[in-house]
Structure formats: C-alpha cells, structure tokens
C-alpha cells in the first residue's frame, strides 16, 4: 500500500472523548492528506499538509485539527468527538513536488456512540 | 465554493459494453486530474490522470478525456468487466504550489453478467 499505514483501522469512543487517528508514511513524501468518507458524500477534504509545520484546511475542518511535527507524521485529532464524526477517515501521500496521483491508506472507520 | 462534482451517482451496464463515467469541475484554475476507483472495504486506487495541457490521454482500456471550455471530465472503460464494478471517483488538483487534492463524489459502477 505505498508505505502508508493508518492506525487504529477500528475504534469505537464516546461523545465527547478526545480521540488521535495517526497516518504514518515510509515514502518521504512532501504531501499528506486526511479525508473522511460519507455516503452521498463521497472523500471530503479535511486538512491537508505541504510540509513539516505546514498544514492548511480543507472543507469541512471544523470540529479537526492535525499537527506535523516530523516527515513520516500526519496526525488528526478530534477535540471532543460527536457522532456527526462518525465515519471512514482516510490518509493519503502525494510524491514531493511532481504532479502525480495520491496512495490512500486502507482507513480508519471511527465510531462515536 | 469550488468543488468536483459527477452527473451520474449511478451506472449500470452490461459485461463487455463499454462505460462512461463524467464529472464537471468549477475550478478553473485546476490543473491535474485524476480517476480513481474504490472497492468496498478499501481505498481508493489510482486508475487514469491528465494534466490540464492535455485533452485526451489512454490507459489499458481506459480513456480520460478533459473538456475545459465546458469544465469537462469523463472516463472511458472498454469493454466492462464485472472486475469493473466499483465505486469511481475524480479528483482535481488546484493551481499552486500546496497541491490541494480535492474529490466528487463519486459514480457506482454495475456490471451485470
């Protein structure tokens, strides 16, 4: 899977809890991505990083937040999970610098009950 | 806002007919693209792109065609396998230096036997 992990793959939480999903990369890639998918909604951008520190919003950031603090590293966080949160999140990398396609992580169903 | 969307949420077809998949963006301003293909339980998997300089670009039974007068995006699949059936989505890269990733919602592909 281009050397791209997610973890957990499962977690179910409670309303309210703080909760970490993790993607990690072997690759060195520049550029990585968090999405969740919805049905009828299809993969909506989250947030997205173009560097070390460097991380902007996607469109529908509210209720996220994502810290990269090393290259391999792209964590999102959930401050107070709702059930609205409920659903597939997945990560993706993108090759340093060349317009090329994603690799998408296999992903993290998340569950807030 | 901008976004990528799809004219068809579903498409049912016939083995060994050939499929056509579209998708109208607004950016203009994007300038890659990229079809992907997304099987349940999994992520999605890269298929066919086209940069923005190009209009047409094959794949192995696959053909990617950019309409930008009218902000155009289709996919073509020969010859449709029940291989084939899956969920397809675009994606389209913004202008600029972040490489902003972003997707429509996506078409579910039958293939009926």
């Known amino acids: 899977d281009a050397g791209i992990t997610q973890s957990p793959r499962h977690k179910v939480t409670e309303t309210g809890t703080p909760v970490t999903l993790r993607c990690h990369q072997t690759e060195n890639h520049r550029y990585m991505y968090w999405y969740r998918q919805d049905p009828g909604h299809g993969l909506r951008l989250i947030h997205y990083s173009y560097g070390v520190k460097d991380t902007d919003k996607g469109e529908v950031s509210d209720g996220y937040s994502v810290s990269r603090s090393k290259t391999e590293d792209f964590l999102l966080t959930l401050e107070s999970a709702t059930s609205s949160q409920t659903s597939v999140y997945f990560c993706?990398?993108?090759?340093?610098?060349?317009?090329?396609?994603?690799?998408f992580g296999q992903g993290t169903r998340l569950t807030v009950v | 806002g901008e976004s990528v969307g799809l004219h068809l949420p579903t498409l049912s077809v016939q083995e060994g007919d050939n499929s056509i998949i579209n998708c109208a963006y607004s950016n203009s301003a994007s300038d890659y693209f990229i079809w992907y293909k997304q099987e349940s339980g999994k992520g999605p998997q890269f298929i066919i792109d086209i940069r923005s300089n190009m209009d047409k670009r094959q794949g192995q039974r696959v053909t990617v065609l950019l309409n930008k007068t009218v902000k155009h995006l289709s996919l073509q699949i020969a010859a449709t396998q029940p291989g084939d059936s899956a969920v397809y989505f675009c994606a389209e890269n913004s202008g600029g230096s972040n490489y902003k990733l972003t997707f429509g919602k996506g078409t579910l592909l039958t293939v009926n036997p």
């Open positions: 993706a990398i993108r090759h340093t610098g060349v317009l090329t396609e994603a690799f």
